[in-house]
């Protein structure tokens, strides 16, 4: 018996996977990823690294890739609320420049996978969260990248309220703007 379920969502290639969550008065058992249950959902992936970032509210990270050494990416919330946004920079691929958002929560604990090719960002609705992610490739800073987060082609709807201006980093506020970005123009080897 599949202890996950998996849905497509947003952008081709996307799937956000619903865990089964087991609990009584003393907690919560629930499992996130199962290599074999990936498999059998058509994803064979082999995760390499895990991150875990921690930010106050009204952060933005984002928008983040590598050019080269392109990193899936298996998102999920543990504390707090983001707003999680991806966009596609496969030149090939029929969504190309098109973004997809989702509000991800340790409420509602579902797991987002991103696959190669697509830039990644989320905006700290909460005021904290804490953020992990599996990658299938490793960190290269040499080839990082980043999109401008409020990019005019682009055109995200952060969810950010009205006078609100995120919180972000220098690299951040200095990234690329989409039109001059780095792309992926061949195609990406995809599970």
Do not use: C
């Not at 797991?111 to 990644?120: E, K, S, T």
């Not at 953020?131 to 987060?149: C, G, Q, S």
């Amino acid at each position: 018996m599949s202890h996950l379920k998996f849905v497509p969502h947003g952008l081709p290639g996307m799937v956000l996977i619903e865990p089964f969550k087991a609990g009584d008065s003393r907690g919560f058992f629930m499992e996130t990823f199962q290599k074999v249950e990936f498999e059998r959902a058509g994803l064979p992936v082999d995760f390499v690294q895990d991150n875990h970032s921690g930010s106050h509210g009204g952060i933005l990270r984002g928008l983040h890739y590598q050019i080269k050494h392109p990193q899936g990416k298996l998102v999920r919330v543990v504390i707090g609320e983001v707003f999680d946004v991806v966009v596609d920079l496969r030149k090939y691929s029929p969504t190309f420049g098109q973004w997809s958002g989702i509000r991800l929560t340790a409420q509602s604990p579902m797991v987002l996978w991103i696959p190669p090719g697509f830039a990644h960002g989320f905006y700290v609705v909460s005021d904290w969260a804490e953020f992990v992610y599996k990658t299938t490739d490793y960190y290269a800073p040499e080839w990082e990248r980043t999109i401008l987060w409020n990019d005019p082609t682009l055109a995200i709807d952060w969810h950010i309220p009205d006078g609100i201006s995120p919180i972000l980093s220098a690299k951040d506020a200095a990234g690329s703007a989409f039109h001059e970005a780095d792309v992926y123009q061949e195609i990406l080897e995809q599970p």
